[in-house]
């Protein structure tokens, strides 16, 4: 079923129609790092946790999306993500996003289409790509044409540091 021009679905209440879902270890702590930075809100009722107090299932919504999470169980690997989402105040985001404990691989930098764009790492392992608005903002000359290279160097950066992790 081709469900793109549905607008009956998905149902009310269950997120967009493509929600991320993230294994790792300290899901609560993941669910409360997004409530604090992106002002997302839990979906208490579907906390599901296990006798050990691990979460075999968690939600918070952000906007029209639902995060789903879950704690890393023996003989699972970790499965962090690559998120984007949409911010007002690209800066703002990573400030609070760093003083909960995440790095920024991306300061917040223009970007094409009047938009701001920064990335930051959590300390989970996933990494976000923040976008804001900026109306009026010129495009960035491209780096072929002698511009910064920041966007795409930081990202390069990052993943191939991740490369060398999941090698080992």
Do not use: K
Request: glycine share 10%; charged share 15%.
């Amino acid at each position: 079923m081709d469900t793109s021009s549905d607008r009956s679905f998905p149902p009310a209440g269950a997120g967009a129609t493509l929600n991320p879902f993230v294994v790792v270890d300290g899901a609560a702590a993941l669910v409360d790092f997004v409530v604090a930075v992106f002002g997302g809100t839990e979906v208490a009722q579907a906390r599901t946790s296990m006798s050990d107090g691990r979460l075999i299932h968690a939600e918070v919504t952000v906007g029209t999306a639902h995060l789903l999470l879950a704690d890393r169980l023996a003989g699972w690997p970790a499965h962090p993500a690559l998120l984007q989402i949409w911010v007002t105040d690209v800066a703002a985001v990573l400030t609070a996003a760093v003083a909960h404990g995440a790095r920024v691989v991306t300061p917040a930098t223009p970007f094409y289409g009047e938009t701001t764009l920064g990335r930051m790492a959590d300390p989970w392992g996933n990494l976000w790509w923040l976008y804001a608005p900026a109306p009026g903002q010129a495009d960035p000359r491209p780096v072929w044409e002698g511009g910064d290279d920041t966007v795409f160097r930081t990202l390069d950066v990052e993943m191939r540091g991740r490369q060398s992790l999941s090698a080992g």
